[in-house]
Structure formats: C-alpha cells, structure tokens
RNA sequence: GUGAUUGUAGCUCAGCUGGUUAGAGCGCUGGUUUGUGGCACCAGAGGUCGCGGGUUCGAAUCCCGUCUUUCACCCCA
C-alpha cells in the first residue's frame, strides 16, 4: 500500500511546520499584547455540544465519531442513528469555547479573554483554500457588551495582517441587527438566513443574480425597496437609511456599527469597509460581524463577531461574546503565493562539527557542548562516513559553517572552520568561534 | 451533496490514431577524489503505468466501476 494521509488533510513537513509555526507566534504575541491568554479544548465534543449551532448547513459538515463496540452493535440491531454517533470532532473554536465558559463559569472572571490556536475539521469536499483539517486562531472576550471590544478586534485583525506581512487586507465590517432591521422593513423577517446568505453573494452574482436566487427561494421585493437595497454590484448607505427609516433594531446596529467605525479610523486603521452585503453563515451572530479578505485570495481568511446567546444555549444566560477566527491555513497559502515567509526558518545548527571517528567525535561533542552552554545551537554529525555526505547534510540543513576537529586541531587546541558559503576557511580558537558565530 | 478534472520512477513530466525490452530531467547510490562539498564526467539502482473488471491476438493507451488529485457550485477559515 503507497502511503497516503485522508484527503482534505496536509502534512507539514519541516520547512512547512516552521512556516506556520511562524503564523502561529506572530499571532499570539498581537493577541498577548492585547491580554488574552491561550486555553485549549479537546478535538472531540459531544455531538449534542456542537448541533444546531452552525445552520443547517453546517450540521450536515460535521465530522461524527462511530459508535464502538456494544454501543455500535445495538445501535445497528435497534437502527437508532443518533445513537451511531454521540462524539464529533469540533467544527469551530467557538462554540466549545463557549462550552468551556458555561462549564467553568464560576472558576472565571469576567470579561473572559482567551486565545486559542488549535485545528477543526469540516467533512466538506475539498478545494482551493478549503481543507477538511485545518488550524483556526480564535481571540474572543465573553462577558461585556461593551463596543470596546469590538474595536480592539479590528486593532487585532489589522496589527496580525501588518505583521504578517499582509497589510493589504481588507477588512469588512457589518451588523446583524443592521440586517434584521433591513429585513423587518421588507416585510420577510422569517427568511432572515436565506436573505443575507443572497445578499452575500452581491459582489459576486450582482444585482440581477441576487434577485434571482431570492426568488427562487420564494422572496419577492418591490421594485422601490429594491432600489433603495442595492445597486448593480453595491449598496448605497443613504438609501440604506432611508430603508430601515425609524427601525429601532436597524438603527441600534448601524449605530454600533458607525461607532465602531469612526473609532477605528480615529486610531488610522485605513483598509476597514463597511459592508452592508456582508452575512456570514454561522448562525450564532447578533451584532457586529467582521470578515477579511485580500484580492489575490478567492475565500475569506479571517472571520468573527458578536454572539449575544451562544452561552445561553448551554444554560448561562445574559453573556455575551464576540470573537474573531484566523484561518491559519488560508493565510499560509496566501502567503506562500506571496512569498512573504522570511528566510532561514529551519536553520537548524549554526555549525556542524564534521565526524573523522570515534575519537574526534567526543572531542567535537566537547566543543559543541561548550557552544550550546552559550546558547548556539549546533551539531556533531553522527557518523563517520565520508566527507562528501558530511557536506551535502550541512547543505541541505542550511547550516552556515562546517567545524572540522582531526589529531591536528586537536593536539593544537583549534577548530578548522569552513564558511560553506564562500568556501572559506579558518582555524580558530573556542574564544574566536564564539565570537565569530555570536555575532 | 452537485458538476467537471487528474493519476506513468522519490519529484516534475514525455509516451503520436492500442503493437512486443515504458523514457527524460532532477534527485538517490557508487566511482574519478580513503580530511574538504557545491562544477564536471562515468557507472548504477529504482516502475504490478492508482486499483478492479471488460473489449482485443495484443492495453500505459479504448470502455465501465472505484479510489485519489485539482477546480467550480453549495457553504465556509
């Protein structure tokens, strides 16, 4: 059998894993410089934890765990299917977050800050940008209802993009309620979902397409609220307003929204849009939502916002929460693309000690722990097979110098060092490999 | 879940309308060079042509199924 991994998946081989791994720290020390600190959850829930919060949609991309043993024999006698299942892998970082929240309630101090770095897995069919396994870096506070919050994640979002090397992102921002009040004016309140999961695809479809789709799920505007919606492939926010009118629900979201705006371009966040076509299908949002995009990338890479009931679900009720995700696995690509990895990361050794036999090894191995008591990293290679294989290891490590300790260097107390790069080469004290390799 | 697409050596690929020993480049191993690599030259190893079935005297090549790859839709990080 050829050896292959589940499709949707990826292996991170070194130079990879340090690439993201790479992501991952930028991330973290934005989201510490703004107090959050990590938590972790397992990659299981019960499956009950994670159903009915994501959509219809979302249930049906849930990864469920079989049923073992007895458990799974009479599940299969009585064809009871809820019982084949009762574990699945989490589909999102929130929802057990919030899970972990209502658990642990009174171990907690409110407002909660966490950040977590961890994969989820989605049973969808995979494409580009679109993994079955895939890493999400979650910031979210629960426990205020404060705007602040929201302004601090866009500070976030727009500080781990700069630092990444991504400071052309976009950065859109919408409202749920905006939504529901746009909505209750048009008179199809209880087709909410459906009409934001349309109005979504607006830039995309466009006006006439949007129309389309909304009246084949049986949604039909008049032609003056039409007008006032959207334009060809926009929105304009004067009409906006003149739709939801003295909409209270409405106008409380576009004020948050404004709010949160006028803040975050008061501290010189530029790239920030507002964007009324903005939905996001997670069912569990009320307010503010946040979505990141960059031109070259087809797919969102980062993605959040308020959650007013996701903890009430769990039975604590009045806490609410907002959040935003980045996709790890997304900006990575986008990146690699891009090319904006900083060089070097899997410099493993600063010097390799080349291995002439046993007893130039352990006088090597005596150098190198001498090196790695000064906090530089380095090795001995293992065998003493020729010199050729030494090098070309060294080579393909990236390792910048070959230290070579034969019976000369050693009765006379010098390193040989070879500059791999230009061929150079020197003999050295310790003291002057120190300091050749400190600087 | 729907519709396409891909699969030949470790990697990237060639192999014309089916024809007998399936090729190249890179990589790998050994040698020219038994403590000095990158270059060059020489030699060598490595493939049930994704898997299963069918058509045929004969299949990497045609047909069916299946898995896999990639892409779009749905939906999403």
Known sequence: MKP???????????EAAAKRNYIFDTLKKVFEQYAFLPVET????????????YGEEGDRLIFKILARGEKLSKALEVGNETKLAEE??????????A?????????ITFPFKRYQIQPVWRADRPQKGRYREFYQCDVDMIGSKSLLNEIELVQIIDEGFKNLGLGDVTIKLNNRKLLLGIVQELGIENQFIDFTVVLDKLDKVGKDGVLKELSEKGISLADDKVNLLFKESGFDLQAI?????????????????NFVFDAVKAFGISNLELDIT???????YTGCIFEVVHNEFNSSICGGGRY??????????????VGISFGADRIFDLMEAKGLF??????????????????????????ANQLRAQNIPCEVYPDAVKMKKQFKYAEDRKIPYLGLIGEDEMSNATITVKNLATGEQTSSTLDELLHMLNQ
């Open 4 to 14: 292959s991994i589940p499709k949707g998946t990826r292996d991170f081989l070194l």
């Open 42 to 53: 397992p990659a299981m829930e019960k499956l009950e934890t994670l159903t009915g919060k």
């Open 88 to 97: 699945a892998l989490r589909y999102d970082l929130t929802v057990p977050f």
């Open 99 to 107: 899970r972990m929240v209502v658990q642990y309630q009174n171990e």
């Open 241 to 257: 307003k003149a739709l939801i009118g003295q909409n209270q629900i409405g106008n409380e979201g576009l004020n948050e929204v």
């Open 278 to 284: 903005l939905a996001r299908g997670l069912n569990y």
């Open 308 to 321: 007013d009931d996701l903890t009430g679900i769990f039975g604590l009720k009045d806490v609410s929460g």
């Open 342 to 367: 900083p060089k070097n990361l899997t410099q493993s050794a600063k010097i390799l000690f080349a291995n002439f036999g046993e007893k130039e090894m352990l006088a090597s191995l005596k150098i």
